[in-house]
T-cell receptor
Framework: NAGVTQTPKFQVLKTGQSMTLQCAQD?????MYWYRQDPGMGLRLIYY???????DKGEVPNGYNVSRLNKREFSLRLESAAPSQTSVYFC??????????????FGPGTRLTVT | AQKITQTQPGMFVQEKEAVTLDCTYD???????LFWYKQPSSGEMIFLIY??????QNATEGRYSLNFQKARKSANLVISASQLGDSAMYFC???????????????FGKGMKLTVNP
């Protein structure tokens, strides 16, 4: 099992460019999440998806869109990148009733720099 | 007001000693969950322990235990017999209310850095 995978690992964008961060999990989890981590700020939830076909806003959704393509994949899109979106982005998944039911499994992160 | 407060920016502990990492939280919900995650220098987030607001006993997971004091709204992580590999950032997090559709919407604290000295 690969767990949660994210691509790319690193990305540099110019202000105004767009890009999509990809996330996939092979644990058959229904719930998936996107977080951002800024220095000294901890992790903040951007969007989450409770199941295939549903998405909901988290704490800091402005400037982002998401797509739950299928049960495995949950992508995060920046339509017009801004320097304030420079951060490390983590994808996570979870499934109550399996293993330790409250555990979120995190991907390795994507380090994004917007110049 | 901050939902999760971790006031210790950094702590040092000698190998094999116990250490307590502080976390206080703010919620008006009766049902909530408290989590601790570890982030080593490699960057991944590792789940350590969970405590539900209605759990009568403090949670334990191996060398980790959670000192849950509901009236004081604190959920301190205790690491017994520290190891060099425990050096990392530690984050306290909270889910307010019930799980929504099976999803856990977490609010994280700012974290604190633990250094274990040999």
């Amino acid at each position: 099992n690969a767990g949660v995978t994210q691509t790319p690992k690193f990305q540099v964008l110019k202000t105004g460019q767009s890009m999509t961060l990809q996330c996939a999990q092979d644990m058959n989890h229904n719930s998936m999440y996107w977080y951002r981590q800024d220095p000294g700020m901890g992790l903040r939830l951007i969007y989450y998806s409770a199941s295939e076909g549903t998405t909901d806003k988290g704490e800091v959704p402005n400037g982002y869109n998401v797509s739950r393509l299928n049960k495995r994949e949950f992508s995060l899109r920046l339509e017009s990148a801004a320097p304030s979106q420079t951060s490390v982005y983590f994808c996570a998944s979870s499934e109550p009733g399996t293993g330790r039911p409250y555990e979120q499994y995190f991907g390795p992160g994507t380090r994004l720099t917007v110049t | 007001a901050q939902k999760i407060t971790q006031t210790q920016p950094g702590m040092f502990v000698q190998e094999k000693e116990a250490v307590t990492l502080d976390c206080t939280y703010d919620t008006s919900d009766q049902s909530y969950g408290l989590f601790w995650y570890k982030q080593p220098s490699s960057g991944e987030m590792i789940f350590l322990i969970y405590q539900g607001s209605y759990d009568e006993q403090n949670a334990t997971e191996g060398r980790y235990s959670l000192n849950f004091q509901k009236a004081r709204k604190s959920a301190n992580l205790v690491i017994s017999a520290s190891q060099l590999g425990d050096s990392a950032m530690y984050f306290c997090a909270m889910r307010e209310g019930l799980t929504q559709g099976g999803s856990e919407k977490l609010v994280f604290g700012k974290g604190m850095k633990l250094t274990v000295n040999p």
